[in-house]
């Protein structure tokens, strides 16, 4: 990849964030930690760079009768423990770093004199070339293409129209063709202008990127899928696979989001040396082994990129041995004071650091990483974790023999529960 990229992020003394400092591997970064810990905030910070502009809410607070917004400031900040130079009258209060592959940086402020609805600003922000895929996407509808412009269409017109339906519904929840829509209607047009007729010559540009497509299908679809070719049968468009043509529109939400996804990253791809993806909750739609293929598969597919993940799932976040892993921690520490904003003080005890896994972290089975990296306890339902503390409940006050240890097996395996025959006899033989 050229130079283009990220290489470090640091934010300090906002919001929930203690101290983050997350260093970018050239080619695969993973986030992960649980709701609430700023994950896609972290993101936004990246993704304003290709035009994906968040806004954040402040905290009203009333003294004298006087409304007032307060915006998630540290007093440390304002000690000048983090940065230095900290606060400018022009343009604000200093939260934060990016250091660029090329060595540039640049500096994240909050600005002042905002009201309840705020935004930050990126001093010194770099040129990056790069796309976001977000975790909420348009939902499908059904639509058949009635009208084709008589204007054969650029690889920019092709990739724009896909991105400016993603743009529109991220902005204002708002769906114009719907996603699919798009892709039949170009993919007819790259058919129709790209072989010609009698009387109109061919376009061997468009046959290339309709081809192109195709084959980032047969590196990212499920092999199970059997994807072999699409069809054009004017004006559907078609999957051709081992088992038979079905329409693109009849395929399930995962195989279609795998279709959007390749699409935005291929198209985007066009005339670039190297750029940056960036994922929100990638997962969503995914079946598990489909999040277990998915970055491989993506990395493969387009060597040329330095990919950036949120996710909650444990199949990404070992999907790839060189990367880096980063969770999202709370820390019980009292950093705030007197003088802190009133929002800061709400979340006194739950600050926020980012803590990188090792390559033993993130080896680990998907029950390993969901207890050992995101905290939770046990994957198992509620009731069967209630079921199995009755069952223990049962047994206490028997003698530990062989005719007991067998009862309390055979009882697990009627229920389902023989999962937990180690957790019941640790509970039963655990000194009370």
Same mark, same amino acid.
């Given at each position: 990849?050229?130079?283009? /990229?990220? !290489?470090?992020?640091?934010?300090?003394?906002?919001?929930?964030?203690?101290?983050?400092?997350?260093?970018?591997?050239?080619?695969? %970064?993973?986030? %992960?930690?649980?709701?609430?810990?700023?994950?896609?905030?972290?993101?936004?910070?990246?993704?304003?760079?290709?035009?994906?502009?968040?806004?954040?809410?402040?905290?009203?607070?009333? !003294?004298? /009768?006087?409304?007032?917004? %307060?915006?998630?400031?540290?007093?440390?900040?304002?000690?000048?423990?983090?940065?230095?130079?900290?606060?400018?009258?022009?343009?604000?209060?200093?939260? /934060?770093?990016?250091?660029?592959?090329?060595?540039?940086?640049?500096?994240?402020?909050?600005?002042?004199?905002?009201?309840?609805?705020?935004?930050i600003s990126i001093h010194g922000q770099q040129h990056v070339d790069g796309v976001h895929i977000d975790s909420?996407?348009?939902?499908?509808?059904?639509?058949?293409?009635?009208?084709?412009?008589?204007?054969?269409?650029?690889?920019?017109?092709?990739?724009?129209?896909? @991105?400016?339906?993603?743009?529109?519904?991220?902005?204002?929840?708002?769906?114009?063709?719907?996603?699919?829509?798009?892709?039949?209607?170009?993919?007819?047009?790259?058919?129709?202008?790209?072989?010609? @007729?009698?009387?109109?010559?061919?376009?061997?540009?468009?046959?290339?990127?309709?081809?192109?497509?195709?084959?980032?299908?047969?590196?990212?679809?499920?092999?199970?899928?059997?994807?072999?070719?699409?069809?054009?049968?004017?004006?559907?468009?078609?999957?051709? =696979?081992?088992?038979?043509?079905?329409? &693109?529109?009849?395929?399930?939400?995962?195989?279609? !989001?795998?279709?959007?996804?390749?699409?935005?990253?291929?198209?985007?791809?066009?005339?670039?040396?190297?750029?940056?993806?960036?994922?929100?909750?990638?997962?969503?739609?995914?079946?598990p082994s489909m999040q277990k293929s998915f970055l491989p598969n993506i990395m493969k597919a387009f060597p040329? =990129?330095?990919?950036?993940?949120? =996710?909650?799932?444990?199949?990404?976040?070992?999907?790839?041995?060189?990367?880096?892993?980063?969770?999202?921690?709370?820390?019980?520490?009292?950093?705030?004071?007197?003088?802190?904003?009133?929002?800061?003080?709400?979340?006194?005890?739950?600050?926020?650091?980012?803590?990188?896994?090792? =390559?033993? @972290?993130?080896?680990?089975?998907?029950?390993? &990483?969901?207890?050992?990296?995101?905290?939770?306890?046990?994957?198992?339902?509620?009731?069967?974790?209630?079921?199995?503390?009755?069952?223990?409940?049962?047994?206490?006050?028997?003698?530990? @023999?062989?005719?007991?240890?067998?009862?309390?097996?055979?009882?697990?395996?009627?229920?389902?529960?023989?999962?937990?025959?180690?957790?019941?006899?640790?509970?039963?033989?655990?000194?009370?």
């Open positions: 990849m050229d130079r283009q /990229g990220f !290489k470090r992020l640091k934010i300090q003394g906002w919001r929930q964030f203690h101290a983050i400092d997350i260093e970018v591997h050239p080619r695969l %970064t993973i986030i %992960t930690g649980a709701n609430g810990a700023g994950k896609s905030t972290i993101l936004s910070f990246l993704t304003r760079h290709f035009g994906y502009n968040r806004d954040f809410l402040a905290t009203p607070q009333t !003294k004298s /009768g006087i409304v007032s917004f %307060t915006f998630g400031i540290f007093k440390v900040i304002k000690r000048n423990l983090f940065f230095s130079g900290q606060y400018d009258a022009g343009q604000g209060t200093r939260i /934060g770093e990016i250091e660029y592959a090329s060595g540039q940086q640049a500096s994240i402020f909050l600005p002042p004199s905002q009201g309840l609805n705020y935004s909420h996407r348009p939902p499908n509808i059904y639509r058949h293409v009635s009208t084709i412009s008589t204007a054969s269409p650029s690889s920019t017109d092709i990739g724009n129209g896909l @991105n400016s339906e993603y743009m529109n519904y991220y902005s204002n929840g708002q769906i114009n063709q719907g996603s699919l829509h798009h892709i039949k209607l170009s993919l007819i047009q790259m058919s129709i202008f790209g072989h010609g @007729n009698n009387t109109m010559e061919p376009n061997p540009e468009l046959i290339r990127l309709f081809s192109g497509f195709e084959q980032k299908l047969r590196e990212i679809l499920p092999p199970s899928l059997g994807f072999e070719r699409l069809v054009i049968r004017s004006p559907e468009v078609l999957l051709s =696979t081992k088992s038979g043509d079905f329409l &693109i529109d009849a395929a399930s939400g995962g195989v279609i !989001k795998l279709i959007e996804v390749a699409w935005q990253i291929y198209f985007y791809s066009q005339g670039k040396s190297g750029f940056v993806v960036t994922f929100d909750e990638p997962e969503n739609h995914l079946h040329n =990129t330095q990919i950036i993940v949120v =996710t909650h799932s444990p199949f990404i976040i070992s999907a790839m041995r060189d990367s880096f892993v980063y969770v999202l921690r709370y820390e019980d520490t009292d950093v705030a004071s007197d003088g802190d904003d009133q929002s800061i003080k709400g979340m006194m005890g739950s600050r926020v650091y980012a803590e990188q896994l090792d =390559t033993v @972290n993130k080896a680990g089975t998907a029950s390993e &990483i969901l207890r050992d990296v995101l905290g939770i306890t046990t994957t198992i339902p509620d009731w069967a974790e209630d079921r199995v503390e009755q069952i223990v409940a049962d047994y206490q006050g028997w003698p530990m @023999n062989k005719d007991t240890v067998a009862a309390i097996y055979a009882q697990l395996e009627r229920e389902g529960l023989a999962a937990s025959y180690p957790t019941v006899l640790a509970s039963l033989t655990r000194p009370q």
